[in-house]
């Protein structure tokens, strides 16, 4: 198995090649519906997340909705 | 706030609701989310506070605790207007970002803009923040901007087309009050957009002075989050808003320099 190192919130990870951003969210345990995802500072429409595959070097923000003013 | 408790006096005009980019609100009180002990607590406060829509911040989620509650568990997404902010941006750029990612977070284009410059103060910094509104008008937002009480740059920034001038009355969080009266009511005279006071609320006399000016609407965190009860505080600031809607619309007696008794001078024993 080819592994790749990625970059997600500021922290390294080590994860299989080749995974759709799907599968990478499924493997975070997070909810895709909850999340938004910007992936080397570019927008990761939600409608793309099956098509999109993770490469190593790619640097993620994955957030969502927290209590604000 | 629904509209019957606007129109508790019989034969009295009902007040046109708070349209902001097309959005229809019956209360014109904006609370946010921030600083409260719980999400069920902040849930209790909104729904004491009779407000449709909240302030929200877009953040990292954390990954080594993908089970750690979340705000939308406890407030629905489709029952309330989040308006995300860019809290924490510092240059156009950054807030620009934050909020693309808060568009496809949550699939609308009703944003908050604040870009600040000194977290000692966490004033507005004014130059930035019209530029970041251009910006992000351009791309489609509707822009709710939180801006210093200049009435010079709150009409630049109804002229790049923000739907909603949120002037502060005070620095964020301080509950200081409106300090600039003067300013806030030049601001609303010129504008043609809502003119929202944001931050700066410490008390409910705060809010109802903010709407006896004649503004829109009011936008509050730390002065309900803070309260010793925040629940009662959000129901205080619910009647508050109010109250200082109906002195507005109601129209204000004139101030004296001397006393005028109430009573008939005429028929004195």
Sequence with gaps: MVMAQITVNGESHEVQAGLTLTQLLEALALNPKKVAVERNLEIAPRSLYDTIHIEAGDRLEIVHFVGGG | ?269
Excluded at chain 2, 10 to 31: H, M
Excluded at chain 2, 70 to 78: A, C, K, S, T, W
Excluded at chain 2, 192 to 202: E, R, S, Y
């Design chain 2, 1 to 269: 706030m629904d509209a019957s408790d606007v129109e508790t006096v019989q034969g009295l005009p009902v007040d046109e609701p708070l349209v902001v980019a097309g959005r229809t609100l019956q209360s014109r009180l904006i609370i946010g989310t921030g600083k409260y002990q719980s999400y069920a607590q902040n849930a209790r406060a909104l729904e004491a506070s009779g407000a449709e829509m909240i302030t929200v911040a877009v953040r990292r989620v954390n990954l080594s605790d993908p089970n750690q509650e979340r705000l939308v568990d406890h407030i629905d997404p489709e029952k309330y207007i989040f308006l995300p902010n860019t809290a924490g941006c510092f240059t156009g750029e950054d807030a620009v970002r934050t909020l693309r990612l808060a568009r496809e977070a949550g699939g609308w284009t009703l944003v908050k803009l604040e870009v600040l410059s000194d977290p000692k103060h966490l004033y507005p910094d004014m130059e930035e923040t019209l530029r970041a509104a251009d910006m992000l008008i351009k791309e489609g937002f509707d822009v709710m901007v939180y801006c210093s009480d200049d009435p010079v740059y709150a009409r630049k920034l109804e002229d790049v087309g923000c739907c909603a001038i949120m002037p502060l009355g005070a620095p964020i969080g301080s509950g200081l009050g409106i300090q600039n009266p003067v300013n806030i009511r030049l601001i609303k005279e010129a504008a043609k957009v809502p003119v929202i006071v944001d931050a700066g609320v410490g008390t409910a006399s705060d809010a109802s002075i903010a709407m006896e000016l004649g503004c829109d609407g009011v936008l509050m965190n730390t002065a309900i989050a803070e309260a010793k009860d925040p629940i009662r505080m959000a129901s205080a600031m619910k009647h508050a808003v109010i109250a200082g809607r109906e002195a507005y619309l109601a129209g204000r007696m004139p101030k004296k320099r001397y006393a005028d008794p109430s009573s008939p001078l005429a028929g004195l024993i």
